[in-house]
């Protein structure tokens, strides 16, 4: 093979490579305080470059109690809380950043469609939560099947710094005739730029 072609070669491999489309992982650690740089605490694979969730797996019984410890900068393409009734709690670091960039979608969602539970999160800490994708949207949106409470709560009031540019944030929006319900408390330290927030949107009529 002559050296022009072995050059084809690896720019074809990498373009193939570089095109790929993130991986779904999720968080597979039960022990309070574990750490993200961990790769064990993570299925199936490592969270950098991949769509992040986090189910039942690490939840604890109170925003007082850290579940999972972003320890080092860390990029991901999409962070989404599903858990179901006890919290999960996220905490980043001192001098460390989570950066979300992925693309068109939700890039950071928190609730379920199919639970008519309380779903809260708590992401806090002295470090900073960062999403850079003016296409994508922030969702905070829990389905209520009329009991009352918040059925999906991001509390970001521990965290010391966020900064957004993204397209949508919605919170307590809704499909068709179901209700959903959602609360975003936002970080101590915040810079945003979005095109549009939607609270309590059902079909289309937007409150505000």
Known sequence: ???????????CLFGLQSALPAATTTWNSSTAGSLWSVSTNWLPTTPAGNDVVFADVGRTLASTTVGNVVDVNTTISSLAYVNIASWQV????SLTTLTLTGGVGNILSVGRTDSN??????????????????NANLQV???????????????MSKLAAFEA????IAVGTARSNQFYE???NLAVNNT???SKMLIGERGTNTQS
């Open 165 to 168: 540019t993204l397209d949508t």
């Open 192 to 194: 945003i730029k979005a």
């Open 117 to 134: 539970s309380l779903a809260p999160v708590s992401i806090q800490g002295a470090g900073k939560l960062v999403i850079n994708q003016s």
């Open 90 to 93: 996220t905490n980043i670091n």
């Open 1 to 11: 093979m002559n050296l022009f072609k072995l050059n084809c070669v690896l720019a």
């Open 141 to 155: 949106s829990g389905r209520n099947l009329g009991k009352g409470g918040y059925y999906a709560l991001l509390d």
């Open 182 to 184: 959602g609360r975003l």
